[in-house]
Nanobody, 122 residues
Framework: VQLQASGEGLVQAGGSLRLSCAAS????????MGWFRQAPGKEREFVAT????????NYADSLRGRFTISRDNGKNTVYLEMSNLKPEDTAVYYC????????????????WGQGTLVTVSS
């Protein structure tokens, strides 16, 4: 599975942004998908995950209520809607795919996109 993330942008604090991750070369509808992020000088952290059937969704506690993950299996795409963005949300955001159940651990994911940069100005 190849993953291509898009939606990179510079937004002001309080603004919104939607990231997309298009999958190709595999059975997208069978994969759980996740979003992770890595801020400058920090370790990668979990953002959100969604199961193949959308029945199971999980968020990092600190992001719940501001971020929304969704997927369109007909378009082989997973989305991350981000609202009320804060400067501390500045990071490179990665989408990832795995077979089976959702996971909050990046080490459980097999396929990774190239990352897309989100910059939030104060």
């Amino acid at each position: 599975v190849q993953l291509q993330a898009s939606g990179e942008g510079l937004v002001q604090a309080g603004g919104s942004l939607r990231l997309s991750c298009a999958a190709s070369g595999g059975s997208f509808w069978t994969y759980a998908m996740g979003w992770f992020r890595q801020a400058p000088g920090k370790e990668r952290e979990f953002v959100a995950t969604i199961s193949s059937t959308r029945s199971n969704i999980n968020y990092a506690d600190s992001l719940r209520g501001r971020f929304t993950i969704s997927r369109d299996n007909g378009k082989n795409t997973v989305y991350l809607e981000m609202s009320n963005l804060k400067p501390e949300d500045t990071a490179v955001y990665y989408c990832a795919a795995k077979r089976g159940l959702v996971s909050t651990s990046g080490s459980d994911y097999t396929y990774w996109g190239q990352g897309t940069l989100v910059t939030v100005s104060s």
